[in-house]
């Protein structure tokens, strides 16, 4: 598909804390004082914005934000970062209520992927793909992109040495390689797969199929979430492109995605399929080689920041990652910081600083911080951060939902929606379905959105908070 | 992708405008700024590290 619709789901994680670190309250409760405005407006832990994002609480007291449908990578990470400013300010509000009723508790919202015991939680990437490709094909070209992306994408982390395992905590490129149990499966949790093969296109689903790919890392940069689609989708339009294509299936999947976590040069040998070998380095190199020709004029500076991510990791220098990737920005991050305090990366220090850097209050996040010294990127305006927290992406479907949510809140007027069907709750209101993603036009949202502002008749008179 | 960013200022040229700001000021950041954020980053890592990471424990998700 040249032109094709993704969109990006973010589990956060959630801690309430005392000043001196103890918790305060459960996750259970924080998140319930976390959601207070949201269900005032809604009714409802699980709403959709005027962004036509989706906002919920999903299992496990974990705050999730859906984008909504884009076709554009860069308005995607906008969206995606509205999301974040849209939590932050919750809680926010929520830490406000807290002290007022001299709670002394804090809630720390994490935009990252596991915690302290392990638990994992995720981001879930969703590619719109056509439903006459071969769906079963796909995986085969897929998976090794996929278990070497993270040389590029990975958030970084440390690891401490398993059972039976010796030597020091390491550096790793993605820690959640390590909650990757299947290459591609129905599962989530106790099997995690690195594609999920749940088919909900959201669409007409004679026409389209969903990919899940659920084995990303939640990223802050907005190079890596940009990189993590952009590339992805390059690779995507290629394998659909229907020529020859590169032959790197791996011996294991499962093996090779940890290997590669712990390879900080990128150069390990692989065993492939075929019985050869191959490397992180070489699967990313011979992948944007063969997407270039497919790459158009815009996206020449996916190509160049790809090869710059492949390099940093080929040569050792990582001058320009150090500042664009997260992996690299923490990699510098933490061994500075484990020297100044003379400590090791298995230090608790440092996990608290890999938790901080995902933090994504403005005032504790690590990660703020160092955009605020340049040291992090900041690609995308203030500005544009901001409208996309109640401007809908104008060129797919999200673009109706968006009308017709802000109509339906601005009045006052009692609706649900979900990502195809629009409705009136009030009695003998009929819904809209739009199973076209990329549809930005229709009648019957027109006709929907008149009937919202009464201008059909009278309106119901059930204005919610 | 390849369609027209209707809504995409800040996408392309734009783009690497500031990416070459921010590399130029990466250059010529002064080390009080890397001290600066030094110093923030031991006023979180000084208020009880090793409990705070102790106190988050969820559920998994997805």
């Given at each position: 598909m040249k032109r094709r619709v993704g969109g990006l789901e973010t589990e956060f994680g959630l801690v309430c804390v005392r000043e001196d670190g103890s918790?305060?309250?459960e996750p259970e409760e924080a998140a319930r004082e976390l959601f207070r405005p949201v269900v005032a407006m809604g009714r409802s832990s699980n709403v959709f914005l005027r962004n036509a994002s989706r906002l919920y609480l999903d299992v496990g007291s974990h705050p999730e934000y859906a984008t909504a449908e884009c076709d554009d990578w860069w308005e995607l990470v906008a969206q995606d970062r509205a999301g974040e400013r849209i939590f932050a300010e919750l809680t926010e509000q929520a830490n406000a209520r807290l002290a007022e009723a001299g709670q002394g508790a804090t809630i720390h919202l994490l935009k990252n992927n596991v915690d302290s015991v392990g638990n994992a939680f995720g981001s879930h990437e969703n590619f719109l793909v056509d439903r006459r490709g071969e769906f079963t094909r796909l995986p085969r070209y897929l998976l090794p992109f996929l278990v070497t992306r993270q040389i590029i994408t990975g958030a970084g982390g440390v690891v401490h040495p398993g059972e039976g395992e010796d030597g020091p905590a390491r550096f790793v490129f993605s820690r959640r390689s390590d909650h990757m149990w299947e290459a591609v499966s129905s599962a989530t949790t106790r099997t995690r797969p690195i594609i999920n093969t749940r088919d909900e296109p959201h669409g007409d689903p004679s026409r389209f199929r969903r990919l899940h790919v659920i084995v990303g890392d939640s990223t802050m940069s907005e190079v890596s979430t940009h990189l993590r689609f952009a590339t992805t989708d390059l690779v995507l339009r290629a394998i659909e492109g229907g020529r020859a294509l590169p032959e790197l299936a791996l011996h294991d999947d499962i093996a090779a995605i940890r290997a590669v976590a712990r390879d900080l040069t990128g150069a390990e040998p692989l065993p492939t399929a075929a019985g050869s070998t191959t490397s992180a380095v070489d699967v990313q190199q011979r992948w944007l080689d063969h997407v270039t020709p497919f790459a158009d004029s815009e996206e020449q500076d996916v190509l160049e920041q790809w090869q710059k991510g492949i390099d940093a990791v080929r040569t050792g220098d990582r001058t320009w990652a150090a500042t664009h990737l997260d992996w690299a920005i923490k990699e510098r991050l933490f061994t500075q910081v484990a020297e100044r305090r003379g400590v090791d990366l298995g230090d608790p220090a440092i996990e608290r600083l890999d938790l901080a850097y995902h933090d994504i209050s403005a005032e504790h996040g690590i990660f703020a911080a160092l955009q605020r010294r340049g040291q992090a990127p900041q690609i995308l305006s203030e500005e544009r951060i901001e409208a996309a927290r109640s401007t809908a992406p104008t060129t797919t479907r999200a673009h109706l939902r968006g009308q017709v949510v802000a109509a339906a809140q601005e009045l006052g007027v009692d609706h649900v929606v979900d990502w195809t069907t629009f409705r009136l709750t009030r009695p003998g209101a009929m819904p809209v379905q739009v199973l076209?993603?990329?549809?930005?036009?229709?009648d019957e949202v027109e006709a929907l959105l008149a009937e919202i502002r009464g201008t059909d008749g009278a309106p119901d008179s059930a204005p919610v908070a | 992708m390849s369609q027209q960013s209707l809504n995409a200022p800040g996408h392309g040229p734009e783009d690497s405008g500031e990416d070459a700001a921010l590399a130029g000021g990466q250059v010529f950041a002064s080390a009080q700024a890397a001290d600066d954020l030094l110093d923030e980053i031991d006023s979180v890592l000084e208020s009880n590290a090793e409990t705070f990471v102790r106190s988050f424990v969820q559920k998994g998700g997805q």
């Open positions: 918790r305060a309250l076209d993603p990329f549809a930005t036009e229709s | -």
